[in-house]
């Protein structure tokens, strides 16, 4: 009458939950839509492509038999976080025999806490610690088990809980189930595809300096997080790096990830980059297996002795013409910024996906040292890839307003003074960007000046080691 007993899960209020099963095998399936089932084990070939907005597209091409006529078959081992409406069927074998009438998507997966809800209100059976059954009536499953026995109710019970069966509805795995005619009686091969949740990738990348801050060498890593809930054994792997837009009732899909053609300067990739329409696309050479719940690192690129500008900013702020300072802005923090020329003179030259960049330098004893890291953006080849590091500790910058004046209706004029000091042991260049509001010219000026763009006021100024160096201009602005 009742088989043996397995134990399911953990306990439930003050009574554990078993179900019978027909064999050692899982649980039995009465009740259930019955059908020809497609495990993972009948799979001939997988691929997924990653995209950075926590999306992922799988391809699982599998083998089947199917009588001719309508039969419902059932796709299993999908991710747990598969968009149905996504999903996409074909037979490459013979596509014209193979019709899909009808699909569903069944997720209501099997836990201790649902097969409970299922019984509520139907006769089950307690296992006492002496092994002896007592029948019970499940009444409620709200906050802990309530039992009616020999007339009483029990708010919780010591023992087992033992049902006789797994419920309609229920199943262990998300399972795609479809109804399908079949037009041939020879095992075909079907591809589904279909876009999961559940899975990202990103670039990081290492820079470590040389002792002059003049050079470097770079290495690259993808990081894989699958959290889809499934895995992708011995898979074509391949990243898409950009920024693909995706219809917001779905979720906003956006980009990426990465890299390379192997370029000799580069050394040793294990990925291979090409073009794909307005994105980058990097097909990693050979298969892998990326397990559900996993963090995986993969080498991405390599790189040594990168030319690196390293150079020292100091910014102004457009407030700064629109009134009068009766104080000094002292100590006012000068930001140091790395510079890469993405190019392949530079033994680059190749798209970077965004990422964080750190850097490291190593000190007097050889030891490497953090000494920064920043997000870069996609970088095309031959444009610039910009770090900031941080603040300055030994090169400072104070401002004082001279002048400030309205010359007329909508005319001003400002006059100001900037003072670097440098507290290193060596000279240092300290690149001075003002964002001049309005129509404005420079009347006077200490030094010489670019306009590099129509609010933009640009000066490269040397200072000279424990010195100090003085920049005053004059500007009138029309707004």
């Known amino acids: 009458m009742w088989k043996k007993l397995g134990r399911l899960g953990a306990l439930m209020g003050a009574a554990a939950l078993v179900v019978a099963a027909a064999s050692g095998d899982a649980a039995p399936t009465r009740g259930r839509p019955t059908g020809i089932a497609i495990s993972q084990e009948t799979q001939k070939e997988g691929a997924i492509t990653i995209y950075n907005g926590n999306l992922g597209l799988v391809k699982d091409i599998r083998e089947v038999s199917l009588p001719a006529g309508a039969h419902e078959v059932k796709f299993m081992d999908v991710a747990g976080q598969i968009d149905p409406t996504t999903v996409h069927l074909k037979s490459l074998t013979d596509p014209s025999a193979l019709r899909v009438l009808e699909q569903n998507y069944e997720y209501d997966l099997l836990s201790p806490q649902k097969l409970m809800d299922k019984y509520v209100g139907k006769n089950v059976r307690l296992v ?7 029948d019970a009536v499940l009444l409620s499953n709200n906050g802990g088990p309530i039992y009616q026995i020999n007339g009483q109710i029990h708010l919780g019970y010591p023992g087992r809980l033992v049902l006789p069966d797994v419920p309609g509805g229920l199943i262990s795995k998300p399972t795609l189930v479809w109804l399908m005619q079949n037009g041939s009686v020879a095992p075909q091969r079907v591809e589904a595809s279909y876009l999961t949740k559940g899975i990202n990738w990103k670039a990081d990348y290492v820079i470590v300096l040389d002792a002059a801050d003049a050079s470097g060498d770079l290495s690259g890593w993808v990081t894989i997080d699958n959290r889809s809930g499934a895995t992708y054994g011995n898979a074509v792997l391949k990243l898409v790096a950009g920024d693909v837009h995706r219809a917001p009732t779905a979720q906003q899909l956006n980009e990426m990830h990465r890299d390379v053609n192997a370029k000799a300067a580069l050394g040793a990739t294990t990925f291979r980059e090409e073009s794909f329409f307005e994105y980058h696309l990097y097909s990693l050479e050979g298969r892998s297996t990326v ?13 040594a002795d ?4 390293k150079e020292f900013r100091y910014f102004g702020s457009s407030q700064y013409y629109r009134g009068q300072y009766g104080t000094p802005l002292s100590n006012q923090k000068v930001g140091v910024f790395l510079d890469i020329a993405n190019t392949e003179p530079n033994h680059l030259g190749i798209p970077l996906p965004k990422g964080v960049v750190r850097v490291y330098k190593a ?23 910009k770090i900031k590091m941080g603040e300055a500790f030994d090169v400072v910058g104070e401002r004082t307003q001279k002048d400030w004046r309205k010359i007329g209706s909508g005319v001003y004029e400002t006059e100001w003074e900037i003072q670097l000091r440098n507290h290193k042991e060596e000279a240092v260049q300290v690149t001075i960007l003002e964002p001049v509001p309005g129509d404005w010219q420079v009347l006077k000026t200490s030094h010489p000046y670019e306009k590099v763009e129509a609010h933009t006021l640009k000066y490269r100024v040397n200072v000279p080691k424990d010195g100090k160096t003085t920049v005053a201009y004059r500007v009138r602005m029309i707004w």
């Open 291 to 303: 397990k559900d719940n996993q963090t995986k690192q993969i080498s991405l690129l390599n790189a």
């Open 128 to 134: 006492t610690s002496d092994g002896s059954l007592i």
């Open 306 to 309: 990168i030319p690196i500008l």
């Open 363 to 385: 000190d007097r004893d050889g030891g490497l040292q953090f000494i920064g890291e920043d997000t870069i953006d996609h970088t095309p080849k031959d444009e610039k890839v």
